[in-house]
């Protein structure tokens, strides 16, 4: 695998990926939701899963990976909303977020989207083993050139991540360790994981002992050089597993992307669309 390549892959996904991260932040996504009944953690889990139809808990919590069971099997009140009705909510709040932020306004548009279209469609040629990609790459594209550009890194953002389920179940790693791996590399703060991921003090403290005891952890639930290691692979490895999609470009035009990206995802972040309400 050209490790250069691989690199500049990560480096589009990256600049590209607020502009799907967003839905999970805006109040535009909270206010569509509520109108349909859904607060607290349902939104978030109803939105996401519904290119899966009405799954059951179970499927959720599979293809999720790494939130409290607990958490989801709470959080699916199908009995109330349609996939169709969450779907719909999902897009408008999409469309209107990025519209909020001028992102429709930059004027590489056209040429973001049919480098992150060609990178999406290439993935759309590789589904086996990403359920929840899969899911989303079912859904039509829609119409307006903005959410097209939103549908398209969202089916990265899934290919991705499947394939990153895939590599913590090669090394044995459950998604709650992931979670204590992730903190303890002080990328994201331990308070958000465990809030967000609703992962009680107890079990999150006997991942951490599991942990220690495999050397990928401190005394002080730092990370190990071991721990430092396994983390790379795991993120390198994920990269490789994405290639099927931005290898399709090329390194010319998958480092044209990097670049043309990069004021997108800057639009975004400026605009507060990635702030917690």
Same mark, same amino acid.
């Given at each position: 695998?050209?490790?250069?390549?691989?690199?500049?892959?990560?480096?589009?996904?990256?600049?590209?990926?607020?502009?799907?991260?967003?839905?999970?932040?805006?109040?535009?996504?909270?206010?569509?939701?509520?109108?349909?009944?859904?607060?607290?953690?349902?939104?978030?889990?109803?939105?996401?899963?519904?290119?899966?139809?009405?799954?059951?808990?179970?499927?959720?919590?599979?293809?999720?990976?790494?939130?409290?069971?607990?958490?989801?099997?709470?959080?699916?009140?199908?009995?109330?909303?349609?996939?169709?009705?969450?779907?719909?909510?999902?897009?408008?709040?999409?469309?209107?977020?990025?519209?909020?932020?001028?992102?429709?306004?930059?004027?590489?548009?056209?040429?973001?989207?049919?480098?992150?279209?060609?990178?999406?469609?290439?993935?759309?040629?590789?589904?086996?083993?990403?359920?929840?990609? #899969?899911?989303?790459?079912?859904?039509?594209?829609?119409?307006? &050139?903005?959410? $097209?550009?939103? +549908? %398209?890194? /969202?089916? @990265? *953002?899934?290919?991705?991540?499947?394939?990153?389920?895939?590599?913590?179940?090669?090394?044995?790693?459950?998604?709650?360790?992931?979670?204590?791996?992730?903190?303890?590399?002080?990328?994201? #703060?331990?308070?958000?994981?465990?809030?967000?991921?609703?992962? &009680?003090?107890? $079990?999150?403290? +006997? %991942?951490? /002992?599991? @942990? *220690?005891?495999?050397?990928?952890?401190?005394?002080?639930?730092?990370?190990?050089?071991?721990?430092?290691?396994?983390?790379?692979?795991?993120?390198?490895?994920?990269?490789?597993?994405?290639?099927?999609?931005?290898?399709?470009?090329?390194?010319?035009?998958?480092?044209?992307?990097?670049?043309?990206?990069?004021?997108?995802?800057? *639009?975004?972040?400026?605009?507060?669309?990635?702030?917690?309400?």
């Amino acid at each position: 695998m050209d490790q250069q390549l691989t690199r500049t892959a990560r480096q589009a996904w990256r600049r590209l990926e607020p502009v799907h991260g967003m839905i999970y932040f805006v109040p535009e996504a909270t206010t569509r939701y509520a109108a349909l009944g859904l607060t607290g953690m349902s939104g978030y889990f109803t939105s996401r899963s519904a290119p899966l139809g009405p799954a059951p808990a179970d499927l959720v919590i599979a293809t999720f990976y790494n939130f409290n069971p607990d958490l989801v099997r709470r959080s699916l009140p199908w009995d109330q909303v349609t996939p169709a009705q969450v779907l719909q909510a999902r897009h408008e709040a999409a469309a209107e977020a990025l519209r909020r932020a001028a992102v429709h306004e930059l004027p590489d548009l056209v040429p973001v989207l049919a480098l992150a279209r060609r990178a999406a469609e290439a993935a759309c040629d590789h589904p086996q083993g990403r359920p929840l990609f #899969a899911a989303h790459a079912a859904l039509p594209w829609p119409d307006d &050139p903005l959410l $097209q550009l939103w +549908h %398209a890194q /969202t089916l @990265l *953002r899934e290919f991705r991540g499947d394939g990153h389920v895939a590599t913590l179940l090669a090394e044995g790693i459950t998604g709650l360790e992931a979670l204590v791996l992730h903190a303890a590399s002080g990328e994201v #703060a331990k308070p958000f994981l465990t809030m967000s991921r609703a992962w &009680p003090p107890d $079990q999150w403290a +006997h %991942a951490e /002992t599991t @942990l *220690r005891t495999r050397g990928l952890l401190t005394a002080d639930n730092d990370l190990t050089p071991e721990g430092k290691s396994l983390r790379h692979h795991l993120e390198t490895r994920t990269d490789t597993l994405a290639m099927p999609a931005y290898g399709a470009l090329g390194e010319p035009d998958c480092e044209r992307l990097a670049d043309l990206a990069r004021p997108f995802g800057r *639009r975004v972040v400026d605009a507060g669309l990635l702030k917690l309400t």
